[in-house]
């Protein structure tokens, strides 16, 4: 009697355990999904994002679909109106392109300069994994999906040196603005991320070698690059 209780209380915690993680893992799929589609401009700047149609596309019921676009609202992407729903959120206008340029000049070469100041050999083990995902990743299922990829983990590189620095106010101003991945809609191009990755490098080499001067030359040059790159988005 006592092995027949064990059994069943053992079979309630597995399915305990798995209407906890199968909901998660099916919101979690629907995110990436739309993630993708934003990022690629599958979906359009603007353009509204049908809960109904999505549920049917996807094969889900609607909770898993509202819960991944309040988190995409969350982070910047897509925006939600009253009686009207959800849509992406528009493209952003050449002066606010520039504007944030400006701001992260001022911000983030300094940044780094503290990053190099407190880095450690397990902070700096923490940007070599970000930058191996970078330029590594799993196989990407096309070209679209290889270019979201590639600007989360490159939202992750900057964050983690923003944490190092340990400034939380610039970091959280930073993030607020959901700068990488706005930017990272702008335009997908080879260039965009080929130039990127050899110019991560260049930060690295700073932080191993502990070299805040270095550190903070390097990511001005980089923020520079970005923006002089992105810039033809507005031609």
Same mark, same amino acid.
């Given at each position: #009697?006592?092995?027949?209780? $064990?059994?069943v209380s053992v079979a309630a915690e597995r399915d305990k355990r798995a209407s906890v993680i199968r909901p998660t893992s099916v919101v979690e799929s629907v995110y990436d999904s739309i993630y993708h589609r934003l990022m690629s401009l599958e979906i359009a !700047?603007? $353009?509204?994002?049908?809960?109904? =149609?999505?549920?049917? @596309? =996807?094969?889900?019921?609607? %909770?898993p679909i509202r819960e991944a676009l309040s988190r995409l609202e969350r982070e910047g992407l897509v925006r939600k109106e009253h009686l009207i729903g959800y849509s992406a959120a528009p493209q952003w206008a050449r002066k606010q392109f520039e504007?944030?340029?400006?701001?992260?000049? /001022?911000? @983030?070469?300094?940044?780094?300069? /503290?990053?190099a100041v407190n880095m450690t050999p397990e902070?700096?083990?923490?940007? @070599?994994?970000?930058?191996?995902? #970078?330029? &590594?990743?799993?196989?990407?299922v096309d070209r679209n999906t290889r270019y979201s990829r590639f600007a989360r983990a490159d939202a992750q590189f900057h964050d983690a040196i923003l944490k190092i620095a340990g400034n939380d106010i610039i970091r959280n101003t930073l993030?607020? &603005?959901?700068?990488?991945?706005?930017?990272?809609? =702008? #335009?997908?191009? %080879?260039?965009? %991320? &080929?130039?990127?990755l050899q110019e991560h490098?260049? =930060?690295l080499t700073?932080?191993?070698?502990?070299? !805040?001067?270095a550190a903070f030359e390097a990511m001005r040059l980089h923020i520079e690059r970005s923006r002089d790159r992105l810039l033809s988005a507005f031609e």
């Open positions: #009697m006592e092995g027949r209780r $064990a059994s !700047p603007g $353009a509204r994002i049908p809960i109904d =149609l999505f549920a049917r @596309e =996807l094969g889900v019921s609607q %909770t504007d944030l340029y400006a701001f992260r000049l /001022l911000i @983030e070469p300094e940044a780094a300069r /503290l990053a902070a700096l083990q923490q940007l @070599e994994t970000c930058s191996a995902d #970078m330029g &590594q990743g799993g196989p990407p993030s607020n &603005q959901h700068i990488h991945l706005h930017i990272f809609r =702008l #335009m997908f191009h %080879t260039r965009v %991320t &080929q130039e990127a490098e260049d =930060l700073a932080f191993r070698a502990n070299d !805040p001067k």
